[in-house]
C-alpha cells in the first residue's frame, strides 16, 4: 500500500514557476514508478510525465516539454515536478500516482494509487 500526498500549488502569474512535490508512504516507494497527471475544469485527465523506478526513464507530454522536469529521490520518498513558464493553459488539479511496474507512461489505467491532487491556478 502507497499513500500520496502532493504539495506545492498554488496562484502564480503567466512566467511563473512552482514546484509540486508528491510525498509517498511506505517503504517500497523505490520500486515504484511515478507519474504526474492533471485535470482542468471540463476536461479529461491527461497525462503529463512519468519516471521510472530507477529514475533513468523519463516521458514528459509534448505540451510541457521544454518547461516541465520530474526527478525523484527515493532516499526522501518523493517525487517532484518542476514547472517554469507556466502558461494560464496549464492550470489544474494536478495529481500524483504510483505504478507497481518498473516504468509507466501515459496509461492512467496502469496506475496503481493515486493523491488527493493539488490546484495549480495560473493568471495571464
Known amino acids: 500500500q502507497v499513500q500520496l500526498v502532493e504539495s506545492g500549488g498554488g496562484l502564480v502569474q503567466a512566467g511563473g514557476s512552482l514546484r509540486l512535490s508528491c510525498a509517498a508512504s511506505?517503504?517500497?516507494?523505490?520500486?515504484?514508478?511515478m507519474g504526474w497527471f492533471r485535470q482542468a475544469p471540463g476536461k479529461e485527465r491527461e497525462f503529463v510525465a512519468a519516471i521510472s523506478w530507477s529514475g533513468r526513464i523519463r516521458s514528459i507530454v509534448n505540451s510541457v516539454k521544454g518547461r516541465f522536469t520530474i526527478s525523484r529521490d527515493n532516499a526522501k520518498n518523493t517525487v517532484d515536478l518542476q514547472m517554469n513558464s507556466l502558461k494560464p493553459e496549464d492550470t489544474a488539479v494536478y495529481y500524483c500516482?504510483?505504478?507497481?511496474?518498473?516504468?509507466?507512461?501515459?496509461?492512467?489505467?496502469?496506475?496503481?494509487?493515486w493523491g488527493q491532487g493539488t490546484q495549480v491556478t495560473v493568471s495571464s
Open positions: 511506505g517503504r517500497t516507494f523505490s520500486s515504484y514508478a
Open positions: 500516482a504510483a505504478s507497481a511496474r518498473d516504468y509507466s507512461g501515459t496509461d492512467d489505467h496502469e496506475y496503481d494509487y
